[in-house]
């Protein structure tokens, strides 16, 4: 029933909505002053003597009023005790006026206390009105049958209060109680909800029926949350959060905020902080070229690259909608900022040796981020010969077009799996590292020993360096969006062995290292970030499951919500990822990266290779092409597909 009346009102234009308000306001003023005359002189009918112009007063000193301290610009639905307050000023200044003119006037039939009493049931009839209308259009109800989910919000500041104010506008949940880590507010109440202690919430759950848990502790340090993660991951509810202060920062939070537990929250461990120096320090000022800008390590560099002030920023991708959306995003960042950055979108290959010389001739980039590559294990698998041309010869390729026209450093984007590869992917991106030390420990390098042209030397004065890392978590083929999507339609959450465990780190990480590691180069090192322990995907798995409020089904739980299914291990697949193929790391200059010089293939000896594996390549012909990478890459070969499989026998 109420909805046929709401309904037609919440569809109503804006003017429209503010014109039958100020009319409310205008008839309440008019209200008022009968009722001051009735109350004072036990007056109802017609005004009389000089009475008519207080009925003219009113609403002629009301209406400015309101319009000044913004009162018709409030969304009822979302009105609160700020609201409220700018109500009671503008009728306080209202009152003071009115009766000051009362004074001065002298009307006869107008008692001097008719300007105190007319205000104050103004201000009450105002505030009421905007009451009813708030609860009134809002369907507000404590205990609404509609609602979707029962709530706690962790945390009793104001992020939780202000997320608790905006729950009353919508039916989705109930909003039970807040827990507090406080214990000065644990027993007291807000608005007259509950404020329980940690330990009170696994009761609360069962008796009150909980579904959902809100984080709203934006600010807090990410080791405390963890522990407040891992303590509700064993409880029958689905737990979120709220944004970050930056994103709360502009006012009012809606349900549609709340979001599903950060990327860091699923990794267990915080963040490696980046050194601003080093970030810095090739980037300020200089022209800086990234390949595969539209990647999830790609873009990500561009945004981080773009707040260190360069003087120009290129962005290479053969990926038209990518480009796009990229520089899109970036031309925002850039306006939001204030920064006097040109952004260059630039399409083409890294394949394409000729686009490639032809940008870098023209922009002279002073530092090159090579993160364009093919990663997927299995697609690069079944796809030798493209992965080849892209991850080996796309990394040559953007290597010699910087040498040819002096960049001063490359950094090569790597992946662990390039450490004693089972798959074709790892070992072309060991390739690609190979093909770099090869031509860092070169002062002068013939690439005639590869294509035959005889005026191939180029004379080396770039620093090149490659940065390797495990697997980036909410990348695109990341397991982390793969869990999430499965979660959504309900399962089975897909694992490919029970023992699988894998490095993770965020995307601004990962990126971090690359920026951060050319920085610190000197030529030919790899660097790698010490990420922690490995881990287990059967138990990120779990974890995600318990966090979204389901259980999971097993043989000790038949009856659970979830399924994780083990598939079995791709063609190429590891059961665990390494990050060095040597010993004893060396340290440098930020604690959390090491540096390893592993060995290599001197470029005249390296070069013929290269032009071999090229004839492969250009054939498809997938035998020869495992028979070089089994030649070259250590711990590679033909038969480390099979070595994989047998790993299921561990």
């Known amino acids: 029933m109420t909805n046929q009346f709401t309904q037609p009102l919440l569809k109503l234009t804006r003017p429209v909505k503010r014109f039958v308000v100020v009319t409310l306001d205008l008839v309440l003023s008019l209200i008022a002053v009968w009722a ?48 409220l307050a700018s109500t009671a000023k503008a009728v306080g200044i209202y009152g003071v006026t009115f009766f000051g003119l009362l004074l001065l006037l002298k009307l006869d039939g107008v008692p001097r206390s008719v300007g105190l009493i007319q205000p104050m049931l103004f201000f009450l009839l105002v505030g009421a009105s905007r009451a009813v209308a708030k609860f009134w259009l809002a369907g507000w109800s404590g205990k609404s049958r509609h609602a979707e989910g029962r709530l706690l919000i962790y945390g009793a500041g104001e992020a939780g209060v202000q997320t608790a104010s905006a729950l009353g506008a919508v039916r989705q949940f109930v909003l039970l109680g807040f827990v507090d880590d406080d214990k000065t507010k644990v027993g007291g109440h807000i608005n007259g909800v509950d404020i329980l202690s940690p330990e009170d919430v696994p009761d609360a759950i069962e008796r009150l029926d909980i579904t959902d848990i809100l984080l ?43 979001q599903e537990l950060d990327i860091e929250d699923l990794l267990g461990r915080a963040p490696v902080p980046p050194d601003a120096e080093l970030l810095a320090r090739n980037l300020a000022g200089k022209t800086v070229l990234v390949t595969g800008a539209g990647g ?18 290129l962005l290479v991708e053969h990926n038209e909608f990518g480009l796009y959306t990229v520089h899109r995003e970036l031309e925002g960042l850039r306006a939001e900022h204030a920064l006097a950055v040109e952004v260059v979108p630039l399409l083409g290959s890294v394949g394409n040796l000729g686009r490639l010389r032809e940008i870098c001739e023209l922009y002279r980039p002073a530092t090159v981020f090579h993160a364009a590559a093919y990663k997927h294990v299995p697609l690069v698998e079944s796809n030798p010969s493209e992965g080849v041309l892209n991850n080996v010869y796309g990394t040559l390729n953007a290597a010699r077009a910087a040498m040819e026209t002096g960049a001063e450093s490359f950094v090569l984007v790597s992946t662990d799996k390039a450490v004693r590869p089972t798959n074709v992917m790892g070992a072309t991106k060991r390739m690609a590292e190979l093909v770099l030390q090869a031509i860092a420990a070169s002062q002068a390098v013939d690439f ?120 079995g291990l791709r063609p190429g697949e590891k059961l665990y990822e390494e990050l060095l193929i040597g010993d004893n ?66």
């Open 36 to 83: 001051s005359f009735y109350l004072r002189l036990d007056q109802s009918g017609l005004p009389q003597f000089q009475q008519k112009y207080v009925y003219l007063l009113a609403p002629v000193l009301a209406f400015p009023l309101f319009v000044y301290f913004g009162l018709y610009r409030a969304i009822f639905r979302y009105t609160g005790m700020a609201a």
């Open 216 to 258: 709203a502790m934006p600010s807090l340090d990410r080791s405390r949350r963890n522990a407040i993660i891992a303590r509700l991951r064993e409880l029958p509810v689905h737990v979120r959060t709220l944004p970050g202060m930056v994103d709360l920062a502009s006012g009012r939070v809606t349900v549609h905020d709340f």
């Open 296 to 313: 999830s390590i790609g873009s990500e560099l561009c945004r981080q690259i773009l707040l260190e002030n360069p003087a120009r920023l």
């Open 448 to 567: 005639g020993l590869m294509d035959g042209q005889a005026n191939g030397v180029v004379h080396n004065h770039t620093v090149f360096a490659m940065v390797r890392f495990g697997n980036v978590l909410g990348s695109s083929g990341s397991v982390v969006p793969l869990f999430r999507r499965q979660l959504l339609e309900g399962g089975p959450l897909t694992v490919t062995h029970e023992k699988v465990t894998r490095y993770f780190m965020t995307i601004p990480e990962a990126a971090q290292l690359v920026l951060q590691a050319g920085a610190m180069a000197h030529g030919g090192e790899v660097f790698v970030l010490d990420m922690g322990q490995p881990v287990k995907i059967m138990d990120l798995a779990r974890r995600m499951v318990q966090l979204s409020g389901m259980t999971v089904c097993d043989d000790q739980h038949p009856d659970g919500d979830i399924e994780i299914r083990v598939t």
């Open 585 to 650: 790391p060396e340290g440098t200059a930020h604690e959390r990266i090491m540096k390893a010089r592993e060995d290599y293939v001197p470029w005249p000896e390296f070069a013929p290779v290269l032009a071999s594996m090229r004839v492969a390549a250009d054939q498809s012909d997938e035998k020869q092409i495992k028979e070089i990478l089994g030649r070259q890459v250590h711990g590679y070969g033909p038969q480390a597909e099979g070595k994989a499989a047998n790993a299921l026998l561990v």
